[in-house]
């Protein structure tokens, strides 16, 4: 009995030791794969172990294996293949099986903080710490019925390790048909009010809660969607969709809606070439820069100025940028036509107010212009044909989908207006100008693009018979778009700009000469834009720039001249900034952007600066030495913080109060002594005895929406102060001149204001209401009363009115035919005007005012326009739109400027104007 037991034990024990044995050996067994389908992989497994695999075909990743592995523990082996997918896997040990799975995790039983929860709905506003994991999301698919249904995307991989209640959603937008990337595209959590937008490469990122949610997308010309997520960890979800030409209205209201009330930048615009389609304006030329003059706080000296006056700053103190290089005259033949192909052009961002921290070197205000990007997926052109100038812009696919070309012409034939003029004089004039614009745009794939953008433009005038003006301006940019992360996208910038202007002198004498100024500036910036999280979202870089400068030279034109070459040295100098900005959502209704940018400047040799005795005016009499510098030496440094803080608090989802306060500093000046700005005005930069123009602003504002975004309407006011703006002695000579420094004063400046403005999107009648009243003043003081003017008190800037009144309308009498009009009102500029004479030894002289004491007669002008569309089938060679236009249809005769001359001992009072008679014009617009 005892040998049997014994015996039945060790043969027990022998079974148990050969199985140990069999599965050591089998488990031990190594597998090594080359290039091996997942299917193989998965196969292979099977018939090595007695294991059986459960899945869907579909599920599968496309990738290869590679490498060698041990069955040693298969939750290692699968957790190694499967670690790059979205794939998950559960072992049943007791039946032998594995099923895998996608993107979630079964759960064999529910973790302890999971019971006791009564509202497993979880809101965007919920504030998860490390002490409380949230527990696992569980989720039903709500039953909507839509017109359209999809899948819910799946994004990311649970992890047990790593349950959260919110997870980092990224990914890009772009459109179905053209497979361009959707801008501003809006993306609401459905139920909620976490929305982003998307920036000008479709990218988005934002912070969504776990589990089952529906994204509402909608945009300009694109059809509203809702799509559902499904959120198991961080991950990607990129989006095709519809243009939505019917719905288009709607779209712009709910887009323009969140820009308006929710943003935190105050004096905030955007204008899109589309808008200035049905404004009429001189000679039927669309003017995207003319119509930014409607809006609040902006104007211009008057009306053929060049340049814009943004919040009581002067001309200089805009930046003016094109696909991020800078355009020193955005404009053609005086400021009446703008130097940008309409058709060419998408949009001008214009920042007057809380100006973003990777902009810097001007006070006032930045002009953003965009170029539109080629159509990559078919040939499309678009142009126009008007009493004056004429206009076309092709877009070119180089590679299907993924590459575009976009080429844009414009040019003027003007003369053969001013040779059929009364005028013997204007009979012999000329006007002309012609500019060109190429950029090409180029997709490597979701993350990464470039685009280059060329631009040239030249204008020749000649008033009189004796002398040819001409001015040019050259630019070129390349930008290399990169998404680093899902949180982190960069930006690297590179841009070069030149203009130049010129004057041939061909006079009866033996005057006749050749006259020339260049400026040209090279920039660098890398850019980057990270969001941390729902909370946070940052801004933040390096910026550099070299200027050139030639002050001017002069040459004899012909050997019979008797004007001899002169020619000032060169000036030379760099500008840097680093910058940081953060967006702060510290909740709901609150939201602040805080930035601080440090800004560095250098003026470098060679060449050379003089010294001033201390305490003396300065003049050729109190000169205290002339230093030499060498090539590259430093002259002088310059800078320092500029902040930049604004805030916005939501009052109702439809009404919100903004303020923000920011200071800037500003290193180039422009050297002008005329009432408006010129072709010819130079460019200074600051030096040994010219210091930078600095400068703070504040603004507060109130923001509403009415009857469903129907209607926006602001109410913003701002208070600006300036120190170092420069104006001109009285009978300066500011051109070829060594010594500049003794012709200009530098003193302060200060401009308040408030604008109002009324604005209706949509419905047979939209357009907006504009008013400012702003006041713009200077002060130069000093104990000499050479460096004074008008005694050391404030006067009015040469551009100050105190108001300006802007109607924008257009009615639209059917699908095809519009009317539209522009009403333009404003206070009369300021002007000097003499009030007395005197004769001494002989002669008689004239006594002026205190400077700008006076002013012209007030300007008002009504324009009037009618718009005929072409049919609108869709099978047709090109589609077209003709407009009729009259400008200035009163007929008011609104000075340009007031001068004076003596005749016969008796001072006389002129005034020029620029259209003192209606001027009718007709366009004929085509594109296909």
């Given at each position: 009995?005892r040998?049997?037991?014994?015996?039945?034990?060790?043969?027990?024990?022998?079974?148990?030791?050969?199985?140990?044995?069999?599965?050591?050996?089998?488990?031990?067994?190594?597998?090594?794969?080359?290039?091996?389908?997942?299917?193989?992989?998965?196969?292979?497994?099977?018939?090595k172990?007695?294991?059986?695999?459960?899945?869907?075909?579909?599920?599968?990743?496309?990738?290869?294996?590679?490498?060698?592995?041990?069955?040693?523990?298969?939750?290692?082996?699968?957790?190694?293949?499967?670690?790059?997918?979205?794939?998950?896997?559960?072992?049943?040990?007791?039946?032998?099986?594995?099923?895998?799975?996608?993107?979630?995790?079964?759960?064999?039983?529910?973790?302890?903080?999971?019971?006791?929860?009564?509202?497993?709905?979880?809101?965007?506003?919920?504030?998860?710490?490390?002490t409380?994991?949230?527990?696992?999301?569980?989720y039903?698919?709500?039953?909507?019925?839509?017109?359209?249904?999809?899948l819910?995307?799946?994004?990311?991989?649970?992890?047990?390790?790593?349950?959260?209640?919110?997870?980092?959603?990224?990914?890009?937008?772009?459109?179905?048909?053209?497979?361009?990337?959707?801008?501003?595209?809006?993306?609401?959590?459905?139920?909620?009010?976490n929305?982003?937008?998307?920036?000008?490469?479709?990218?988005?990122?934002?912070?969504?809660?776990?589990?089952?949610?529906?994204?509402?997308?909608?945009?300009?010309?694109?059809e509203?969607?809702?799509?559902?997520?499904?959120?198991?960890?961080?991950?990607?979800?990129?989006?095709?969709?519809?243009?939505?030409?019917?719905?288009?209205?709607?779209?712009?209201?709910?887009?323009?809606?969140?820009?308006?009330?929710?943003?935190?930048?105050?004096?905030?615009?955007?204008?899109?070439s589309?808008?200035?389609?049905?404004?009429?304006?001189?000679?039927?030329?669309?003017?995207?820069?003319?119509?930014?003059?409607?809006?609040?706080?902006?104007?211009?000296a008057?009306?053929?100025?060049?340049?814009?006056?943004?919040?009581?700053?002067?001309?200089?103190?805009?930046?003016?940028?094109l696909?991020?290089?800078?355009?020193?005259?955005?404009?053609?033949?005086?400021?009446?036509?703008q130097?940008?192909?309409?058709?060419?052009?998408?949009?001008?961002?214009i920042?007057?107010?809380?100006?973003?921290?990777?902009?810097?070197?001007?006070?006032?205000?930045?002009?953003?212009?965009?170029?539109?990007?080629?159509?990559?997926?078919?040939?499309?052109?678009?142009?126009?044909?008007?009493?004056?100038?004429?206009?076309?812009?092709?877009?070119?696919?180089?590679?299907?989908?993924?590459?575009?070309l976009?080429?844009?012409?414009?040019?003027?034939?003007?003369?053969?207006?001013?040779?059929?003029?009364?005028?013997?004089?204007?009979?012999?004039?000329?006007?002309?100008?012609?500019?060109?614009?190429?950029?090409?745009?180029?997709?490597?794939?979701?993350?990464?693009?470039?685009?280059?953008?060329?631009?040239?433009?030249?204008?020749?005038?000649?008033?009189?018979?004796?002398?040819?003006y001409?001015?040019?301006?050259?630019?070129?940019?390349?930008?290399?778009?990169?998404q680093?992360?899902?949180?982190?996208?960069?930006?690297?910038?590179?841009?070069?700009?030149?203009?130049q202007?010129g004057?041939?002198?061909?006079?009866?004498?033996?005057?006749?000469?050749?006259?020339?100024?260049?400026i040209?500036?090279?920039?660098?910036?890398?850019?980057?834009?990270?969001?941390?999280?729902?909370?946070?979202?940052?801004?933040?870089?390096?910026?550099?720039?070299?200027?050139?400068?030639?002050?001017?030279?002069?040459?004899?034109?012909?050997?019979?001249?008797?004007?001899?070459?002169?020619?000032?040295?060169?000036?030379?100098?760099?500008?840097?900034?680093?910058?940081?900005?953060?967006?702060?959502?510290?909740?709901?209704?609150?939201?602040?952007?805080?930035?601080?940018?440090?800004?560095?400047?250098?003026?470098l040799?060679?060449?050379?600066?003089?010294?001033?005795e201390?305490?003396?005016?300065?003049?050729?009499?109190?000169?205290?030495?002339?230093?030499?510098?060498?090539?590259?030496?430093?002259?002088e440094?310059?800078?320092?913080?500029?902040?930049?803080?604004?805030?916005?608090?939501?009052?109702?989802?439809?009404?919100?109060?903004?303020?923000?306060?920011?200071?800037?500093?500003?290193?180039?000046?422009?050297?002008?002594?005329?009432?408006?700005?010129?072709?010819?005005?130079?460019?200074?930069?600051?030096?040994?005895?010219?210091?930078?123009?600095?400068?703070?602003?504040?603004?507060?504002?109130?923001?509403?929406?009415?009857?469903?975004?129907?209607?926006?309407l602001?109410?913003?006011?701002?208070?600006?102060?300036?120190?170092?703006?420069?104006?001109?002695?009285?009978?300066?000579?500011?051109?070829?001149?060594e010594?500049?420094?003794?012709?200009?004063?530098?003193?302060?400046?200060?401009?308040?204001?408030?604008?109002?403005?009324?604005?209706?999107?949509?419905?047979?009648?939209?357009?907006?209401?504009?008013?400012?009243?702003?006041?713009?003043?200077?002060?130069?003081?000093?104990?000499?009363?050479?460096?004074?003017?008008?005694?050391?008190s404030?006067?009015?800037?040469?551009?100050?009115?105190?108001?300006?009144?802007?109607?924008?309308?257009?009615?639209?009498?059917?699908?095809?035919?519009?009317?539209?009009?522009?009403?333009?009102?404003?206070?009369?500029?300021?002007?000097?005007?003499?009030?007395?004479?005197?004769?001494?030894?002989?002669?008689?002289?004239?006594?002026?005012?205190?400077?700008?004491?006076?002013?012209?007669?007030?300007?008002?002008?009504?324009d009037?326009?009618?718009?005929?569309?072409?049919?609108?089938?869709?099978?047709?060679?090109?589609?077209?739109?003709?407009?009729?236009?009259?400008?200035?249809?009163?007929?008011?005769?609104?000075?340009?400027?007031?001068?004076?001359?003596?005749?016969?001992?008796?001072?006389?009072?002129?005034?020029?104007?620029?259209?003192?008679?209606?001027?009718?014009?007709?366009t004929?617009?085509?594109?296909?």
């Amino acid at each position: 009995m005892r040998i049997t037991t014994f015996l039945a034990t060790a043969l027990i024990w022998c079974c148990i030791l050969v199985c140990n044995l069999a599965n050591a050996q089998k488990s031990t067994e190594t597998v090594t794969f080359e290039n091996t389908p997942f299917y193989d992989v998965l196969t292979t497994v099977e018939s090595k172990t007695s294991y059986k695999f459960f899945y869907s075909k579909d599920w599968l990743p496309e990738n290869l294996v590679s490498g060698t592995y041990t069955l040693t523990s298969l939750d290692e082996f699968l957790s190694q293949i499967l670690d790059e997918t979205t794939l998950n896997y559960f072992i049943r040990e007791e039946e032998g099986r594995i099923f895998l799975l996608q993107n979630s995790i079964v759960y064999d039983e529910l973790p302890a903080q999971f019971f006791g929860i009564t509202d497993t709905v979880q809101t965007v506003n919920r504030v998860v710490t490390n002490t409380n994991i949230p527990p696992p999301s569980f989720y039903d698919v709500p039953n909507q019925q839509q017109q359209k249904k999809y899948l819910p995307v799946k994004v990311g991989k649970s992890d047990k390790n790593n349950l959260k209640s919110f997870y980092q959603l990224s990914g890009s937008v772009v459109n179905a048909r053209t497979k361009e990337p959707i801008q501003d595209l809006a993306i609401r959590i459905q139920g909620s009010n976490n929305v982003t937008v998307t920036n000008v490469n479709g990218i988005y990122a934002m912070e969504i809660p776990a589990g089952y949610n529906s994204l509402e997308l909608t945009a300009m010309g694109i059809e509203s969607a809702v799509r559902p997520v499904i959120m198991f960890n961080d991950g990607v979800a990129n989006f095709e969709l519809n243009e939505g030409l019917q719905e288009l209205d709607e779209v712009i209201v709910a887009a323009d809606a969140i820009s308006n009330v929710e943003d935190t930048q105050t004096g905030a615009e955007q204008i899109t070439s589309e808008e200035a389609k049905d404004i009429p304006l001189v000679l039927g030329e669309r003017n995207i820069l003319e119509v930014a003059k409607a809006l609040p706080g902006i104007s211009s000296a008057g009306e053929g100025a060049t340049g814009l006056n943004v919040r009581g700053g002067k001309t200089d103190q805009n930046l003016v940028l094109l696909d991020d290089a800078v355009i020193y005259n955005p404009t053609h033949f005086f400021g009446i036509f703008q130097a940008l192909n309409p058709f060419t052009t998408e949009r001008v961002n214009i920042y007057k107010g809380s100006i973003p921290v990777e902009f810097g070197g001007r006070l006032s205000s930045v002009l953003d212009i965009e170029t539109k990007n080629g159509n990559n997926k078919k040939f499309a052109a678009e142009g126009s044909i008007g009493p004056v100038t004429g206009n076309l812009a092709l877009e070119i696919p180089v590679k299907k989908d993924t590459s575009a070309l976009i080429v844009g012409a414009r040019g003027a034939y003007a003369d053969w207006i001013l040779n059929s003029l009364d005028d013997e004089d204007l009979k012999n004039s000329s006007a002309s100008f012609f500019d060109g614009i190429v950029k090409y745009n180029h997709r490597f794939n979701e993350n990464s693009d470039i685009k280059f953008t060329g631009y040239y433009s030249r204008d020749g005038f000649s008033i009189t018979s004796d002398s040819l003006y001409n001015y040019t301006n050259r630019l070129f940019s390349l930008k290399w778009n990169h998404q680093h992360s899902e949180k982190t996208r960069g930006v690297l910038d590179l841009a070069n700009s030149d203009y130049q202007f010129g004057i041939d002198f061909d006079g009866e004498g033996n005057r006749d000469f050749e006259l020339d100024y260049a400026i040209n500036e090279t920039a660098l910036q890398y850019l980057l834009k990270t969001n941390l999280n729902e909370k946070h979202r940052l801004t933040y870089g390096i910026s550099s720039k070299f200027y050139s400068v030639n002050p001017g030279s002069i040459a004899p034109k012909g050997a019979e001249s008797d004007i001899e070459n002169f020619a000032i040295p060169d000036e030379q100098a760099v500008e840097g900034a680093v910058f940081l900005g953060d967006e702060i959502a510290l909740s709901d209704k609150l939201t602040i952007d805080l930035g601080v940018r440090y800004a560095f400047y250098a003026a470098l040799g060679s060449g050379t600066q003089r010294t001033y005795e201390e305490g003396l005016p300065r003049n050729e009499t109190t000169v205290n030495d002339t230093i030499s510098y060498n090539s590259g030496e430093l002259i002088e440094t310059y800078g320092g913080p500029e902040g930049r803080i604004s805030a916005r608090y939501l009052l109702k989802p439809n009404l919100s109060v903004k303020a923000s306060l920011q200071n800037s500093y500003q290193f180039l000046h422009t050297l002008s002594n005329n009432t408006t700005i010129s072709p010819i005005d130079t460019w200074k930069l600051s030096d040994l005895n010219l210091k930078p123009q600095t400068g703070y602003q504040a603004s507060l504002g109130l923001f509403k929406n009415l009857n469903e975004n129907m209607f926006e309407l602001s109410l913003e006011g701002y208070y600006k102060r300036m120190q170092n703006v420069l104006d001109f002695k009285t009978g300066a000579n500011l051109f070829l001149n060594e010594n500049v420094e003794t012709e200009v004063l530098q003193g302060d400046g200060k401009a308040y204001g408030v604008e109002f403005l009324l604005k209706k999107n949509r419905g047979d009648l939209n357009g907006w209401l504009s008013y400012t009243y702003s006041r713009s003043f200077y002060r130069f003081d000093s104990e000499f009363s050479e460096e004074r003017i008008n005694d050391g008190s404030y006067f009015p800037s040469n551009f100050d009115k105190p108001h300006d009144i802007s109607l924008i309308a257009n009615y639209k009498l059917t699908r095809r035919f519009s009317f539209s009009m522009n009403f333009a009102y404003q206070t009369g500029r300021p002007v000097t005007y003499p009030v007395g004479t005197f004769r001494l030894n002989n002669a008689d002289f004239v006594v002026f005012s205190d400077r700008n004491e006076f002013r012209i007669p007030d300007y008002y002008r009504l324009d009037l326009g009618f718009n005929v569309e072409g049919n609108h089938k869709k099978k047709k060679l090109a589609h077209s739109f003709i407009t009729f236009q009259v400008y200035n249809v009163l007929g008011r005769n609104n000075p340009y400027s007031v001068f004076f001359v003596t005749e016969d001992g008796e001072v006389k009072a002129l005034q020029s104007s620029i259209f003192a008679v209606p001027v009718p014009s007709i366009t004929y617009n085509f594109k296909f």
